[in-house]
């Protein structure tokens, strides 16, 4: 029960202090005499809406101060424990209100929030009035009147300390079963790495092998164009040789006139057929080396797509695959 009420300039009342004793308290006077201020300021210091306007003029603030005795098993206590807040006994509530709108609320002397405050009201007070909320009527606390009335808060409490116990329980359960079917998750993808992995056969090096042979393949299909020009110009139907090998013929058979003018002449010109023959040999084995398989390169092109695939999907580099393969199948 509430047991005093200390008013400080609040609209036309400049100090007020009303002790209150156990049964019936009925204050009454006439229209103006001041009823409504004392509900208001009640109302105000169990959380209700602050209003500058409430301040008594000239006045920088206003306060109110309401103490109440409550069982020890009361609601209310439950909401100081919720709030941590001290609780030695009485509930001392104020709620300081400025003239700019501004407003402090404590509870046994602690700092609080409003909404704290509006919880502690609700389970101290109810207020009946024309234009005012009433627990009668409000869903919310029909249960609630309902087992006080029939004496059952005690059990409710039970039954209610058993439900968040069950709550918790089933949480837990949940996430143990979320955890379990991650798990499940985790290992159909790791049984899927292991079986793709061990399909691609990944080998530490292999990108590198891979793209040098890729290189040089494309390298040799503008190098064997080259090629083929300067080996049709050296033993094709561009060489030089049928010429040079029918000049040798003739000068040879004019070398019983003349040895000392034909036979160096011979010479050199026998060189030079040596010479572009041993270029022929060169160039033709050059453009075979550079003949290859267009599927080889086909192929190539594929296996390193797979890889690097591969490596961008579980992460790291290409040459990381095979110790990839190696830990999925550990995990396994």
């Known amino acids: ?13 400049e100090r007020l202090d009303l002790a209150l004793s156990d049964g019936l308290t009925v204050l009454t006077g006439e229209t103006g005499a001041g009823k409504s201020i004392l509900l208001d300021a009640l109302s105000l210091a ?3 809406r602050g209003d500058g306007a409430l301040v008594r003029h000239g006045e920088t603030k206003g306060q109110i101060t309401a103490v109440f005795d409550v069982a020890l098993d009361h609601p209310a206590r439950a909401v100081l424990a919720a709030a941590d807040i001290a609780d030695e006994g009485e509930l001392i509530v104020k709620r300081v209100q400025m003239a700019d ?8 002397d602690q700092p609080v929030s409003v909404q704290t405050l509006r919880a502690l009201g609700a389970t101290l007070v109810e207020l009946h009035g024309q234009h005012d909320d009433r627990a009668l009527v409000d869903p919310a606390s029909h249960r609630t009147l309902l087992d006080a009335f029939g004496g059952l808060t005690a059990k409710t ?6 439900w968040r116990v069950w709550r918790t ?24 790495a292991v079986e793709e992995l061990t399909a691609l056969r990944p080998e530490a090096g292999e990108e590198a092998s891979l793209s040098e042979r890729r290189t040089f393949m494309m390298r040799s299909e503008k190098i064997a164009g080259d090629l083929a020009e300067a080996l049709d110009a050296v033993g094709g139907g ?10 040798v013929r003739r000068l040879e058979r004019r070398a019983g006139e003349a040895q000392d003018l034909v036979l160096p002449a011979v010479e050199a010109i026998d060189l030079a057929l040596d010479a572009l023959e041993t270029a022929r040999s060169h160039l033709e084995a050059a453009l075979a080396g550079t003949a290859f398989n267009p599927k080889e390169l086909e192929q190539i092109e594929e296996r390193l797509f797979a890889l690097r695939a591969a490596a961008r999907k579980y992460g790291g580099a290409v040459d990381d695959l095979p110790k990839v393969a190696a830990k999925f199948s550990a995990d396994l």
């Open 1 to 13: 029960m509430i047991s005093s009420l200390s008013i400080r300039d609040i609209v036309l009342i």
């Open 46 to 48: 169990l959380g209700g």
């Open 101 to 108: 709108g501004r407003t402090r609320a404590t509870i046994n």
């Open 157 to 162: 409490q039970a039954v209610g300390a058993l």
């Open 169 to 192: 329980v089933l949480g837990d359960a949940n996430a143990e079963r979320a955890r379990l079917e991650a798990a499940a998750k985790e290992a159909d993808f790791i049984r899927h």
């Open 238 to 247: 561009s060489s030089p040789v049928p010429s040079l090998a029918a000049a």
